[in-house]
């Protein structure tokens, strides 16, 4: 809630092991405001832009200005409507003060009362503050990625002026302007992301890991059209030189203690430390790096592989680490020896000078002030306010075109980033079937539903057709062969799920060729070895003749005369016979006894008599008294 608010988290993680750089200046993104009546009001003021709802960047909003005379500070839910301006006029901006409940908490209820935009009036005289949102509130988090208007904090004092001339039944006309809140506009934009690659540090990170995903397709476009200048960023510590032989620092740090982050877990004993956080982020700094210097320029991979790492190595399910991180970075075809080399030594007591470089860039320089929030957005040397929402960054760096200048996605936003036409995007496929997707945000690599088959699977490296219908779609991903006629398939439908080679072959049967061979039931010793047998191997089967006449028995695995086996057949075959008869007989009597006594009772046979044949009368009628 305070302008602090994650630094605040951040030192209480590190124990007050690690501290920032220098505590140097925070600054306060504002948007202008101008009042047009009253004209005792007339005149422009300075307003704090909210850390949260979508800020109008290089645009502006007019309306009036109402103040509730019940629920001052926005802390209740208003009735509906309350701020709402009939249809036709102009907005209504709720007016409401500071304090009791979260800013963001007051800016939802004014919402849901139909408000247009809030100012919140300071309750003290102080300088201007960002109002920021709730860090670590399970209810706040279910309605602040829903607050779509802007928020602003205007001072105590202006705040009375608006109140007095409101009382004495005055209309208040304010315009809200963002046009200069994004300096020196021209034809690139250069902007900067503030991240972190931990993702277990609760809504924050949700927050940021969705960000990224929604946002990357747009950012990749903007960057290969050489509109933007993007930067990924790390904020990074230092212990402090009493400390560096600590465990926490130990478990926290590396290169001995030059750089470190906050343990994602804020426990020391399990669970990732932030060493490996502060190594996944140089990690994720080199790629960018390699990808920026490579020939040629290919710095938009960067957004591919923090989605994709995000996606298949999160801490969640243990695999966060170089391992997975390695295999992203090659799955993309990024220079993975450029990369190590980047990353340097991390147990090494030198330094590193990527991370050195984050460690300065932190200090606010100019315009820009220090980062202490994560995530945080720079957009050409300014802090953006506002939640981190596709559509509202991208109409911050929209406003940062001079007009004429802007990319077409600033005008559209219906477009596609092609990016499965290049290695498939790093995604599986098999034959026409992909699991690379082309969306509005970016690549995806998602297992297909093909033909109302659904593809199982993570999506990069495997998808499998499961469930019915599976083995009509590329054979379910199975082997499968023909052969003079005779074919035969690893797809089986008693089989649900994979593949499994057919009797009388072994082998892979999830290798599409040459999976399943046959096997030579010969030469394997299995079938057909009688002294008199004589064995000839068939493809998917073998063929077994018997010398002298005799009669080749399979069950048996042996030669017979044809006499001894017609009377073993017939054996058999009476022997079947007899028990068949006995199961039917036992059968229709069970039948009869829970089943056709209570449904074939004389009433329901006589009006089945008059629609059925008269034979199959009779048959029922037999039946029915044979088994009395
Ligand atoms: C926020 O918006 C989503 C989607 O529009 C909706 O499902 C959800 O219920 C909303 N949350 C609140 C607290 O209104
Ligand atoms: C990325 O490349 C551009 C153009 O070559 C360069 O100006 C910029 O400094 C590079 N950024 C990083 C972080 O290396
Ligand atoms: C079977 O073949 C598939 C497809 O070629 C391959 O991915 C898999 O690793 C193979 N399995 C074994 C056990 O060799």
């Known amino acids: 809630m305070a ?51 979508v800020p109008q960047y290089g645009g502006t909003l007019s309306g009036f200005v109402m103040y509730p005379t019940v629920n001052a500070k926005a802390c209740e839910k208003f009735p509906d409507n309350y701020f709402r301006s009939s249809s036709g006029a102009r907005p209504n901006f709720a007016l409401v003060e500071r304090g009791d409940c979260y800013f963001a908490n007051k800016v939802w209820n004014a919402q849901q009362a139909g408000a247009a935009a809030v100012l919140v009036m300071d309750n003290k ?61 021209d034809e690139r934009v250069e902007y900067e992301f503030w991240t972190n690659s931990n993702d277990e540090c609760g809504p924050k990170c949700d927050a940021q890991v969705e960000f990224v995903r929604n946002f990357k397709g747009v950012a990749q476009i903007l960057e290969r059209g050489g509109y933007t200048q993007f930067t990924p960023h790390y904020i990074t510590w230092y212990c402090p030189q009493a400390f560096i032989e600590s465990k926490q620092c130990k478990a926290q740090c590396i290169n001995n203690g030059r750089y470190c982050a906050p343990d994602p877990e804020q426990d020391f004993t399990k669970g990732y430390d932030g060493k490996q956080v502060v190594t996944e982020n140089l990690r994720q700094l080199c790629v960018f790096k390699v990808t920026n210097n490579s020939s040629p320029r290919q710095p938009w991979k960067w957004w591919d592989f923090v989605t994709d790492f995000q996606i298949r190595c999160p801490m969640k399910e243990n695999k966060y ?137 993570d999506g990069y490296t495997h998808c499998e057709a499961n469930g019915p219908g599976r083995c009509k779609v590329q054979n379910g991903g199975c082997w499968e062969e023909t052969r003079d006629g005779a074919h035969y398939s690893a797809c089986q439908d008693q089989h649900p799920n994979g593949c499994h080679c057919p009797v009388g072959f072994e082998g892979n049967a999830s290798a599409v060729t040459g999976g399943c061979v046959d096997i030579n039931e010969c030469t394997a010793r299995t079938k057909c070895q009688c002294p008199e047998c004589k064995c000839t191997n068939t493809w998917g089967s073998y063929d077994c003749q018997c010398s002298g006449g005799l009669l080749y028995f399979a069950e048996h695995d042996t030669c017979i005369n044809r006499k001894s086996a017609e009377s073993k057949m017939g054996w058999t075959v009476s022997l079947i016979v007899l028990s068949g008869l ?29 629609y059925m044949p008269l034979d199959s009368q009779n048959d029922s009628v037999q039946n029915h008294n044979d088994d009395v």
Not at 391 to 408: F, N, R, W
């Open 3 to 53: 302008r602090m608010g994650a630094f605040g988290v951040v030192v209480v993680v590190m124990v007050a092991m690690c501290v920032s750089p220098i505590l140097g200046t925070f600054v306060v993104e504002e948007n202008s405001l101008t009042v047009s009546t009253p004209d005792s009001l007339k005149g422009t003021y300075q307003s704090a832009i909210g850390n949260f709802g």
């Open 125 to 185: 005289k102080e300088e201007l503050i960002t109002m920021d949102s709730p860090d670590d509130d399970p209810v706040a988090s279910q309605y602040l990625q829903n607050i779509s208007i802007p928020s602003a904090l205007i001072s105590k004092d202006f705040g009375d002026k608006l109140k007095a001339a409101l009382a004495s039944k005055e209309l208040v006309t304010m315009k809200l302007d963002w046009r200069e809140s994004l300096p020196h506009p």
């Open 582 to 610: 006995a199961v039917l007989g036992l059968g229709g009597y069970v039948v009869y006894k829970y089943r056709l006594r209570s449904y074939m009772d004389s009433e329901i046979r006589a009006i089945m008599a008059q």
């Open 321 to 457: 680490g170089p391992e997975c991180a390695e295999e992203v970075i090659k799955s993309l075809s990024i220079d993975v020896d450029a990369v190590r080399k980047c990353m340097g030594n991390p147990d090494a007591d030198v330094d590193n000078p990527v991370l050195k470089f984050e460690q300065d860039a932190q200090v606010g320089q100019g315009t820009r002030g220090d980062v202490t929030i994560l995530p945080t957005l720079i957009v050409n040397q300014r802090q953006y306010r506002g939640k981190l929402d596709k559509t509202a960054v991208l109409k911050a760096i929209c406003s940062g075109y001079q007009e004429s200048t802007d990319p077409p996605v600033c005008l559209s936003d219906t477009m596609e980033t092609n990016e499965c036409l290049d290695n498939n995007g790093g995604c599986w496929k098999s034959g026409s079937i992909t699991a690379c997707q082309d969306t509005f945000r970016g690549r995806v690599c998602q297992c297909p539903l093909v033909n109302g088959v659904q593809f199982e699977g």
